[in-house]
């Protein structure tokens, strides 16, 4: 057979990343208002897909958070820390990641967000001395996914197992 047999099929790469490799380490200029600035082609790459990341460019954010497990696959580990690379095309993105909020009934027209119990405790641990209202305190509760869990502090007025209405 012929290359004229298949005329899509073309020659075949014997070895992409050398092609890669030539064309992400050339020197490339950036420019930043009136200034500019040499990097690699791997630098202004890596620069473009953030740009569309924060676009809300879905394919970019998935290149980039693949990207940045990469970086930290190949880096040294010191003692035991977990980095979590968070790139958000979808404002829930970072608290699914950390586990902050759970959506309900998500399968639903009523799917909604609720904050994880630990979260409302660490919040409220940081107020000091200051006090919220009880309307504010009853917003609280109401966008906590599980209010019975929290450890709630003394001061706190609004009741955490309110009913429903409908």
Do not use: C
């Amino acid at each position: 057979m012929s290359m004229s047999d298949f005329p899509k099929a073309g020659p075949k790469r014997l070895n992409q990343t050398a092609a890669y490799d030539a064309v992400l380490s050339r020197t490339v200029m950036l420019k930043k208002g009136d200034q500019r600035e040499a990097r690699t082609g791997e630098w202004a790459f890596i620069l473009h897909l953030q740009n569309r990341s924060r676009a809300g460019d879905v394919g970019a954010s998935e290149l980039l958070g693949e990207f940045y497990q990469m970086l930290e696959d190949t880096r040294p580990t010191v003692a035991a820390t977990q980095v979590i690379w968070i790139v958000a095309a979808d404002k829930w993105v970072a608290t699914d990641a950390l586990r902050m909020t759970a959506k309900l009934e998500s399968f639903t027209l009523r799917a909604e967000r609720k904050l994880e119990p630990w979260v409302v405790e660490a919040a409220l641990s940081r107020f000091g001395n200051r006090r919220l209202t009880v309307p504010e305190q009853e917003k609280i509760v109401r966008v906590t996914r599980t209010p019975h869990k929290v450890n709630w502090p003394e001061w706190w007025e609004a009741e955490p197992f309110q009913a429903k209405s409908h």
